[in-house]
Structure formats: C-alpha cells, structure tokens
C-alpha cells in the first residue's frame, strides 16, 4: 500500500449538501478500493489563482490516504467523469513527505486548540 494525496477542487455553484455529498461519494470510492483514510481536510472556498471553467473560485478539498496503486488510475477517472470537480492532483508520498504532513496536521491540531 501507497501513501497519496490527493487535492480537489468543487464547483463553487454547489450547495453545502452536494459539497458534502461529492467529497463522501469519493471517500466511499477509495474505501470500497481498500483504502485507509489518513486525514480528510475541507480548506473552504478559495479564490483560483485564474478562471476554471469561467469560475473565479472553487471550494477545495485535501485527502491523504494509503491503497493499492492501481486504486489511483480508477479514482482520476472517476473525478475526470464527474462535472463537479474543476481539477484534481494526486500525489505519491515518499516516507518524508508522510513525516512532513503528520508535523502539518498536529500544527494544524494545535492551532485549533
């Protein structure tokens, strides 16, 4: 098992249900592929640095995760299909940027606190 991560953007013309929908729909999609949910994080609805799809801005989404590889190939095309997501980027993370993102999050944790 792999570890990646992978960042979304959704179409900011949806409502909070459908948000919450798409990114459940994805999540239960990398499960049912045997995938271990690492981390999930909703950073909120963001101005793009220039227009997708003649949109100004997109709420983004952030999963880090661990599955078989060939999980990967199936999960783009999934995102490619679907006409809320504007874009996608999954990354592979070797053993430092796993160690990065763990100090990342317990930063994020004690921010919160």
């Known amino acids: 098992m792999n570890n990646y991560e992978t960042v979304f953007i959704l179409n900011p013309v949806l409502s909070e249900t459908q948000v919450k929908e798409t990114v459940t729909k994805f999540e239960d999609f ?32 952030l999963f880090e995760y661990q599955v078989p590889g060939s999980a990967i190939k199936e999960l783009e095309t999934e995102f490619r299909r679907d006409e809320r997501i504007m874009r996608f980027l999954t990354v592979s993370l070797d053993k430092h940027a796993v160690s990065w993102a763990e100090r990342r999050r317990e930063k994020l944790k004690t921010k919160k606190a």
């Not at 640095?49 to 983004?60: D, L, N, P, R, V």
């Open 30 to 61: 990398l499960v049912a592929r045997g995938a271990k949910m690492i981390a999930k994080e909703d950073w909120g609805l963001k101005k793009l640095a220039y227009e997708i799809q003649k949109k100004k801005s997109g709420f983004y989404h």
